[in-house]
């Protein structure tokens, strides 16, 4: 660099000056003197007061290097604090011999992640003399031990650190510290906080402190002297992570006579604060030169305007800043904080360019790595103090933090190095979108925001709390709209967070800025592809995923930030939709420019749907797949299934140290990978992540993620860009920006990888509030019914009373924040808008015919389970406790509208023989069953066109073998549920004050779940379509029932054998506990049980011909089926002191639902239909088929009104020689009675007569009429019976008559028999010939 005339030459890469000696007496700049003026102001020198001012040395440019040289070396202060302390710098984890167990370090060796059970590190420097300390950055919130230990403890997986004589712990997860025994001690941590370790090894004491808080001395006389040093170190468990800082950054929070084991860079920091000061000269003086003077100005006001004198005064302070810049504390301590510094004003970022300018600077005279390892560490150390920053009532620190990463990505060419370098590379930049929310409620300050707290005090017999009880009082009215007024101050605040996380998203997807290249967004786009790509294939390894509690921030954010983009853009083209309308184009999934990875499609694998499909994927979308193509992916298909044992065996991970790069969301937040693989008995349990997968080759050229461009994006002249090869079916719509379309469709996929699920999870905190203030009430009640006398047990219930009234008070303020953050009636806005756009998108993709087997899953999974979220996790007044759906008609637009779009999905995808997969076909059924649960989703059911409605009932009648049956029966007893015989309750009467167990449910099954404790509400409307069907279709209605009989006998035959099983283990001397396992299926069979029962009621009722019409092929045979099977269930649940009986009396968990009403009442139900309110020809046959069923006892049915007793004459009025055997099946299968039911004989018969509530009169008396038919026509069969003969009755039952021969082997048996073998096989019962047909059959005289 020169200066001559008046020019200066600046060169850009080489800005080192050299000496000016041609002119020494000018400058070519300004005049000498104001340069030396302006020189000695910039670089006042320490040594020099304002007195002798006016003699110093005149100073030009050619004597400033060595000027500055002179300054720096100034006041330089010692390094060296090793007194009291052993070890390499920097201090960092020893990955090569002080751990054990298996272990993730991060690459920079301070963030760990345990990998087994009970995994120990410690770091590589000791001490034995002094007071020191080091932080520890909590990452998750789970079973650790933090603390010190000497070179002696050894650790294994059992035990770890505060374990052994000479370690010392502390463990937040469950508030205690540990030496060999363990006490109470400090608070519980979470993620987020930094837990502070003091050693003072001349006391002899060891305190902890969390957040900047002491927690007080943990231990006092520790062992000290010679030969004792202690080691910082940690114990952590499976999947748990933390970060350490042992100086090589400021402590967060230091503490005064204690140092931090790596010592601060302070020869460095001295001269980084004095160059910033030189810097802040530069910035706040100007150069007058037409007055030849100085002039003082504000900072703020500066601008980069290529003045030479500033750029080489500048230059030459740079010359000694950057290096400086690249290190992590000074940019942490020093830069940092000057950039705050300069946005403490306040007012928007826009206010202060002088960010702008200053980076700027940096890109100018600093040289591009030094540039780009400074913007990393500025936004590692602000990602670390916005993650780690205490939570306070005005959210400050957060604010302030966001503030800067604005101000610094509003910068375009630092926002692209760091959107394709570091912010997904290196950071973890997700955490940016995350609140946090605050576990103690106290620090955070929510006592102040919502002085005043409020939870549900009314609650119906079922333990619902009543939504705006009419009896509220004046002083519940003042504190829950106190409540209420503190909840929006709260959301108010929380909004100022979200609304900068918004904006920096609307930074990284700008897609105008394309001076200095790609424009951010496509950057962006495709960062955010490879971050899908990564959660999506590492589902099986939850340290490699992004936590779910960040996606579900980030998901909020970047749909905000995508739908504001996308609605600016259609401002400029009034042709577009808005985003309100989006939906992803179906040609987005078979045209190979979005990659899908691995994810499963409706129709199969990708190579398989290319390679069947190809056909109509040329004529529909005039895409041609090449056959080259379709045979490699064939083979890679091939080579990965018989690789797949050798993919899951890591490359060279299993050495200490070896490298697998990977995302490690739960480590470090120095880094966000780690690549050190630690193990003790060297075995890696970590999968490594597949490649990335390429394109499929369409009619344009296939590109990587990476190397798409903008123009592979968006199209251009003759090319479509995402939507190449659009079908005929979908209308051409004109979108401008086809990148969001892309992004929308990232959005859909992260609702389904994570998202879901933590909403599912989050939604406990209001379940807590429930359960606590339906046991407040409860113990106030016995407060108000306690008698005086009794002082002791009223103290009891008073502390009882404090303790929930106290937890009631966390907890509503802690759910406060999560309705603000998590629930709010935006967040709900936001899923609507997602489900909308799934069913959009799938509508679209329908119409494309076979092309819809092309659609990700994920697409019908986000679709339910958005719907399922919507009724089941958002509640529109974000009150604690409000039931499912309350209102969502009202807070949603179009809501009824999109219901029955969702039911015309869900009824016409549940059979779709386009979707193969087991999985997705399950959950529609699910998701289907649950629709028709409630009242509102059941009507938009009925509101779909008739013709849907109509092949909808006709695939769920279809045989049940062959497909999950279970599901299609529960939505069949829905339709029924309140048209039953004591069918209309919402818990079965034993169930009432219990809980139903369903909070760790996958979510369609917690649906359900929910969904099977509605108040019933039939459909009369699918009703008359069943009975339309049944009755027009002989066929289907022959074959659905023999279905649902034999999965009837396979259900309760299935479960008699289990309650047999339980109750001998139950007897058992020993203690022998029931595996709960097997009392859950021994429920689920008996509920299916009970569900078969109903729907045989439900056919019997819509169309009784099916069994009494016995002009219609296999009505009698179905009838005597019918009737065989409600005779054994009946005997096996009526009969006096049986198995059932027992089973029940023991009220073992798991088995709640099992009881007599269920299954009693769905049999009576049956029976009074074909014997009571049929028509004369009918109930005679149903009489006659019943009473000659060799099972039948009437005693069994006398039971149902509570008239069973001594089986004697009357209840043993048909005979037959098999009776003895059958009745005695019951008794003789099951040991003698337990004392701990001996009581059963006393308990009262079983009686419809007890249950009023459930039981109308009028279907008492139709039971009262049945029993006094029953009992008269039993007589007279009785009468009239005439003796067979042994030889004459079916060799198969022996209950019947022979009166059928088999053509050609001749063979014999009844009707009924063989009517009812050859409904599933056509081989004869004796010599397995075929049968080709069956002929009447009478004995000759």
């Not at 020494?24 to 006042?44: C, M, Q, R, W």
């Not at 006391?203 to 002491?214: A, D, K």
């Not at 540039?371 to 205490?390: G, T």
């Not at 007569?1249 to 009992?1271: C, G, N, P, R």
Request: glycine share 6%; proline share 5%; with cysteine.
């Amino acid at each position: 660099m020169s200066s001559k005339g008046g020019g200066t030459a600046l060169t850009r890469r080489s800005y080192r000056l050299a000496s000016d000696t041609d002119k020494p007496k000018a400058t070519g700049i300004v005049n000498e003197k104001l340069l030396s003026d302006y020189l000695h102001h910039v670089f006042p020198s320490t040594n020099q007061g304002p007195a002798v001012a006016s003699l110093r040395k005149p100073l030009g440019f050619q004597d400033l290097g060595s000027h500055l040289e002179r300054l720096l070396s100034e006041d330089e202060v010692s390094e060296d604090q090793s007194e009291g302390r052993l070890g390499p710098q920097p201090v960092v984890l020893d990955h090569t011999s002080g751990f054990e167990g298996l272990l993730f370090v991060d690459d920079d060796l301070l963030g760990v992640i345990g990998h087994s059970n009970f995994s120990s590190i410690r770091a590589t420097t000791c001490v034995y003399k002094g007071k020191w300390a080091y932080e520890v950055l909590i990452s998750s919130q789970g079973l650790m031990q933090i603390g010190w230990c000497t070179l002696n403890c050894r650790f294994n997986q059992e035990e770890g650190v505060g374990d052994t004589p000479d370690s010392y712990a502390y463990d937040g997860n469950r508030v205690r510290k540990w030496n060999v025994t363990t006490t109470n001690y400090g608070k519980s941590w979470a993620a987020g906080d930094i837990v502070s370790c003091l050693i003072d090894l001349d006391e002899g004491t060891i305190t902890f402190c969390l957040n900047g808080q002491s927690l007080g001395t943990a231990f006092t006389n520790i062992k000290t002297g010679p030969g004792v040093a202690y080691f910082p170190a940690i114990s952590l468990s499976f999947k748990e992570s933390v970060g350490f800082n042992f100086g090589s950054r400021p402590l967060r929070y230091p503490v005064d006579g204690y140092l931090p084991l790596q010592d601060p860079p302070s020869a460095d920091l001295l001269k980084t604060h004095k160059l910033l000061g030189y810097i802040k000269n530069v910035l706040s003086t100007s150069i007058d030169s037409q007055e030849d003077r100085l002039v003082d100005q504000d900072c703020g006001l500066w601008r980069l305007h290529g003045d030479p004198t500033v750029l080489i005064t500048l230059a030459h302070i740079f010359n000694h800043f950057a290096p400086l810049m690249c290190k992590v504390y000074l940019v942490e301590d020093v830069l940092m904080n000057f950039l705050l510094g300069i946005l403490e004003g306040g007012g928007s970022v826009d206010e202060h360019p002088l960010i702008q300018q200053l980076l700027d600077l940096f890109w100018l005279l600093m040289e591009d790595y030094e540039v780009n390892e400074c913007l990393k560490q500025l936004m590692m150390s602000l990602l670390r103090a916005y993650r780690y920053s205490p939570i306070i009532p005005d959210l400050g620190f957060q604010i302030h933090y966001l503030r800067l990463t604005t101000a610094v990505l509003r910068h375009e060419k630092s926002r692209k190095y760091l959107l394709n370098n570091v912010l997904f590379d290196v950071l973890r930049s997700v955490v940016f979108f995350y609140i946090k929310t605050p576990l103690r409620v106290k620090e955070a300050g929510l006592e102040e925001l919502i002085p005043t707290t409020w939870w549900p005090t009314h609650f119906d017999k079922e333990g619902k709390d009543e939504r705006d009880p009419k009896d509220e009082s004046a002083d519940e009215r003042l504190r829950r709209r106190a409540y209420e007024r503190g909840c929006q101050r709260l959301k108010k605040r929380i909004e100022v967070v979200e609304e900068l996380q918004v904006q920096i998203l609307k930074l990284l997807l700008n897609n105008k800025d394309k001076t200095t290249g790609e424009a951010s967004r496509y950057i962006f786009l495709n960062k955010f592809r490879k971050f899908l790509q990564e959660n999506a294939s590492n589902r099986g390894h939850p340290t490699a995923l992004c936590p779910p509690e960040y996606m579900v921030c980030f998901l909020h954010r970047l749909i905000t930030a995508v739908r504001s983009c996308w609605d600016e853009g259609v401002k400029t083209s009034s042709s577009s939709f808005s985003s309100e309308d989006a939906y992803v184009p179906p040609q987005l999934f078979y045209n190979g420019k979005v990659d899908y990875f691995d994810l499963q499609r409706l129709g199969g694998l990708l190579s398989h749907l290319k390679k069947t499909l190809k056909d109509d994927l040329a004529s529909k979308a005039n895409i041609i797949i090449d056959p080259a193509e379709i045979q490699a992916a064939t083979m890679d298909d091939l080579d990965e299934d018989e690789e797949g044992g050798a993919a899951q065996r890591p490359l060279g991970a299993a050495a200490m140290g070896g490298a697998l790069a990977r995302p490690s969301w739960l480590s470090s937040p120095t880094l966000g990978r780690a690549n050190r693989f630690l193990s003790t008995a060297a075995v890696s349990l970590m999968t490594p992540r597949r490649p990335l997968s390429q394109p499929e080759k369409v009619k344009v050229r296939t590109l990587a993620v990476e190397q798409r461009t903008e123009e592979d994006i968006e199209g251009s002249h003759g090319n479509d860009g995402l939507l190449l090869g659009r079908p005929l079916e979908e209308p051409d719509q004109p979108i401008r920006e086809k990148s969001l379309l892309e992004m929308v469709d990232g959005i859909v996929m992260m609702y389904n990888l994570s998202v879901h699920q933590q909403l599912g999870k989050m939604v406990v905190v209001s379940d807590d509030v429930h359960e606590y203030a339906v046991a407040l009430k409860d113990t106030e009640e016995k407060i108000s019914r306690c008698p005086s006398r009794r002082a002791d047990i009223l103290d009891e219930l008073q502390k009882s009373q404090k303790v929930f009234a106290e937890k009631l008070n966390h907890l509503s303020r802690r759910l406060a924040w999560i309705n603000a953050t998590i629930y709010s009636k935006e967040k709900m806005l936001d899923v609507y808008w997602l489900l909308c756009v799934c069913i959009r998108t799938i509508e679209h993709a329908d119409v494309t015919g076979s092309l819809f087997a092309f659609t990700p899953e994920f697409y019908l999974n986000v679709a339910m389970n958005a719907y399922s979220a919507l009724k089941n996790y958002f509640s529109p007044g974000n009150g604690p406790g409000n039931g499912p759906g309350n209102g969502l008609e009202e807070q949603l637009p179009g809501y009824e509208d999109t219901l029955t779009r969702l039911a015309a999905i869900l009824s016409k995808h549940f059979a779709d023989p386009r979707i193969v997969g087991t999985d997705i076909k399950d959950s529609l059924m699910q998701a289907l069953a649950s629709y028709v649960c409630y009242p509102q989703s059941l009507r938009a059911v009925e509101r779909i066109p008739e013709e849907q409605r109509v092949a909808m009932m006709r695939n769920l009648l279809a045989p049940y073998e062959q497909r999950p049956w279970a599901q299609t029966n529960w939505i069949l007893v829905r339709l029924w549920r309140g048209c039953g015989f004591g069918y209309r309750y919402t818990r079965l009467p034993h169930l009432l004050k219990t809980k139903p167990e369903d909070a760790n449910l996958p979510s369609l099954q917690r649906d359900l779940s929910i969904a099977s404790f509605q108040k019933p509400c039939p459909s009369l409307l699918l009703q008359r379509h069943m009975a339309e069907l049944l009755s027009s279709d002989k066929d289907m209605a022959a074959s659905f029932l023999n279905s649902v009989l034999n999965q009837l006998n396979w259900a309760f035959s299935e479960f008699i054998g289990m309650i047999q099983e339980i109750q001998q283990a139950a007897e058992r001397p020993e203690r022998n506990f029931v595996d709960t396992r097997q009392l859950k299926v021994c429920a689920t069979c008996f509920d299916l049980s009970v569900s078969l029962l109903r729907v045989l009621e439900m056919t019997v009722t819509l169309v009784p011909e099916i069994f009494l019409d016995w002009t219609r092929p296999s009505a009698e045979l179905l009838l005597r089926r019918l009737a065989q099977l409600l005779n054994q269930v009946l005997n096996r649940v009526t009969a006096e002191k049986n198995l059932f009986d027992r089973v029940v009396n023991l009220r073992l968990p798991g088995l709640e639902s099992v009881d007599h009403y269920p299954i009693l009442v769905a049999v009576t139900g049956i029976l009074v239909r074909i014997l009571v309110d049929g028509d004369r020809q009918g109930i005679s046959r149903a009489a006659a088929v019943l009473l000659s069923d060799p099972c039948f006892q009437l005693h069994s049915i006398q039971h149902l009104l509570g008239e069973g007793g001594d089986s004697s004459s009357s209840s043993a009025v048909v005979t037959s020689t098999l009776r003895p055997a059958v009745s005695s099946l019951g008794s003789a299968m099951t040991p003698p009675i337990p004392s701990t039911a001996g009581n059963s004989s006393e308990r009262k018969h079983f009686s419809l007569h007890a249950y009023t509530d459930y039981i109308s009169e009028e279907e008492k008396q139709k039971v009262e009429l049945m029993l006094a038919f029953l009992t008269e026509e039993s007589k007279q069969a009785a009468a009239s019976t005439a003796p067979t003969s042994e030889e004459d009755l079916c060799p198969i039952c022996y209950a019947h008559s022979i009166s059928a021969i088999f053509k050609p082997c001749s063979h014999k048996s009844c009707k009924a028999c063989i009517n009812q073998h050859l409904m599933n096989n056509k081989d004869c019962f004796f010599c397995k010939a075929t049968i080709t047909g069956v002929e009447d059959y009478s004995k000759p005289c």
